[in-house]
């Protein structure tokens, strides 16, 4: 395993942030090395969510840990949403600022595969649903800033808000 570096939307590699991410349809090693790289690398960071084009690698995968909650989705679908709920957002690619107010739906049911090719569906809510929209959002190249309802709601990390209560938030 290895932790790989991030992609942040300013470096030279930051397009890749930015383009439809490819369907995976090789359930090899590979694929489980780049899911066990993309586990590892997130705890370092640390955050709770990560995408594989955050690793410059443009392919549908991502993965996500949030206390007791934890996903590995390759291809994933969103088939049912309900409700919205607004929330502070922030990035491991866009570092230093977070975004209030983003609008995510309250409840999702996501389809996907894990690394070993088998189907899985996961219902999730609140936090752990905002974390997979935030990476789904990530595998068509788009971003939190995206859905800003208000560019005054994109603001820099205060002081106040120590990278320990921020944590959670970033993915
Ligand atoms: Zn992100």
Redesign the pocket.
């Known amino acids: 395993m290895a932790i790989r570096t991030i992609v942040t939307v300013n470096s030279p590699k930051g397009r890749v942030l930015r383009e439809k991410a490819k369907k995976v349809t090789n359930f090899d090693t590979m694929l489980i090395r780049l899911v066990r790289d993309m586990q590892e690398t997130m705890k370092d960071a640390p955050g709770v969510?990560l995408?594989a084009p955050?690793i410059g690698v443009p392919l549908r995968v991502l993965v996500a840990e949030y206390e007791d909650e934890h996903a590995v989705l390759v291809n994933p679908e969103i088939l049912k949403q309900s409700g919205e709920v607004k929330g502070t957002e922030g990035?491991?690619?866009?570092p230093g600022y977070v975004g209030d107010n983003i609008r995510r739906a309250e409840q999702i049911l996501v389809k996907g595969k894990n690394e070993h090719g088998v189907v899985v569906r996961i219902t999730a809510k609140g936090w752990f649903a905002r974390v997979l929209q935030?990476?789904i959002d990530?595998l068509d190249g788009i971003?939190?800033t995206d859905r800003l309802d208000d560019p005054k709601d994109f603001r820099e990390i205060t002081d106040e808000e120590d990278e320990e209560e921020l944590a959670p938030s970033v993915?």
């Open positions: 969510g995408a955050q990035c491991l690619s866009i935030h990476e990530h971003l939190y993915s």
